[in-house]
């Protein structure tokens, strides 16, 4: 279900609501506050079960922080210039083109060095 709520239902859901005419602004924060619930369920889990390597939770935590402040800056300062709430949209997109490219090297790359994965589970 993370997927479905956290960071793959935002990704699909900013883009759905501001086809729907939904604000914007809106959108966006409606994603990061899903996206943000479900990484804080997934940190923990992770926590519980042993398998959080603090030193790596700390880089990341410090790369996101500082990637969400310059880019409210920057899309702040654009917004304020241009007087234009498009720009909240263009990054939601390219966003999205952006996880599409890197997932579509990643998978590449995993079926160039041999590893397929199996569907395990209900799919089995």
């Keep these: 279900f993370a997927g479905m709520f956290g960071v793959g239902g935002g990704i699909v859901k900013g883009p759905l609501m501001l086809a ?5 602004s809106v959108a966006a924060a409606t994603s990061a506050c899903m996206i943000l619930f479900t990484s804080f369920t ?7 079960f042993g ?4 030193d790596y939770a700390m880089v990341c935590v410090v790369v996101g922080f ?4 310059i880019g409210q800056i920057l899309l702040g300062k654009l ?3 241009f007087k234009r709430n498009s720009y909240i949209a ?7 083109l952006l996880s599409v490219i890197l997932m579509t090297a990643q998978s590449l790359v995993s079926i160039a ?5 199996k569907t395990e589970g209900v799919c089995g």
């Design 20 to 24: 729907m005419g939904v604000h914007p």
């Design 42 to 48: 997934a940190t923990t889990s992770f926590m519980v």
């Design 51 to 54: 398998l959080l390597i603090p």
């Design 66 to 69: 500082a990637a969400t402040w």
């Design 79 to 81: 917004m304020a210039k």
């Design 90 to 96: 263009f990054s939601i997109g390219g966003i999205v």
């Design 113 to 117: 060095e041999g590893h397929h994965s």
